[in-house]
T-cell receptor, first 112, second 117 residues
Framework: ETGVTQSPTHLIKTRGQQVTLRCSSQ?????VSWYQQALGQGPQFIFQ???????GRGNFPPRFSGLQFPNYSSELNVNALELDDSALYLC???????????FGAGSRLTVL | AQKITQTQPGMFVQEKEAVTLDCTYD???????LFWYKQPSSGEMIFLIY??????QNATEGRYSLNFQKARKSANLVISASQLGDSAMYFC??????????????FGGGTRVLVKP
């Protein structure tokens, strides 16, 4: 097992731009979820993918979208960036039906 | 109403002493899971302990134990024999519904723990 790795670790964008964040899950983890953690707050659920399809979404607008690939990697895409999108974005993966999520170290996005 | 409430924004604890972190939750679902995660400054969320709503015994994992009081809807984390490496943010989280419901966790606001030598 190699854990969950995320890239990039830090990035800076300007308002209105688009960003893609990437996540590589542990082999066999067929479920991936993404969380947004604003500074000083707990993480908030964005959405979940199972077998390459979205099957759960939190209170986030459609400009937040994702993809999951057969090789256990996934992406979070955010269009039309806003200042409030500045946050740590965490990827978490697990086996379907398992209890525990394994989190990556996150991608810290700053929107200027 | 908040689904997960952590009332202690920050705590100091002396090395080798025990510390209790409070967590209360709110759900009407009879099946749920409660989690504690540790987040050091590096950002990664590290799983510590899990308690299922139907579990009869309080969960324990090494120096971590969960004081589960279902009627009071509380799930406090106890860290025994604190170590300097325990300094971090601690988050309580809940999954509503059975495991098959997926991986949507609702997190509290966290408690920052600083262990003093």
């Amino acid at each position: 097992e190699t854990g969950v790795t995320q890239s990039p670790t830090h990035l800076i964008k300007t308002r209105g731009q688009q960003v893609t964040l990437r996540c590589s899950s542990q082999s066999g983890h067929n479920t991936v979820s993404w969380y947004q953690q604003a500074l000083g707050q707990g993480p908030q659920f964005i959405f979940q993918y199972y077998r390459e399809e979205e099957n759960g979404r939190g209170n986030f607008p459609p400009r937040f979208s994702g993809l999951q690939f057969p090789n256990y990697s996934s992406e979070l895409n955010v269009n039309a960036l806003e200042l409030d999108d500045s946050a740590l974005y965490l990827c978490a993966s697990t086996f379907s039906g398992a209890n525990v999520l394994t989190f990556g170290a996150g991608s810290r996005l700053t929107v200027l | 109403a908040q689904k997960i409430t952590q009332t202690q924004p920050g705590m100091f604890v002396q090395e080798k002493e025990a510390v209790t972190l409070d967590c209360t939750y709110d759900t009407s679902d009879p099946s749920y899971g409660l989690f504690w995660y540790k987040q050091p400054s590096s950002g990664e969320m590290i799983f510590l302990i899990y308690q299922g709503s139907y579990d009869q015994q309080n969960a324990t994992e090494g120096r971590y134990s969960l004081n589960f009081q279902k009627a009071r809807k509380s799930a406090n984390l106890v860290i025994s024999a604190s170590q300097l490496g325990d300094s971090a943010m601690y988050f309580c989280a809940m999954r509503e519904g059975p495991r098959a419901a997926g991986n949507k966790l609702t997190f509290g606001g966290g408690t920052r723990v600083l262990v003093k030598p």
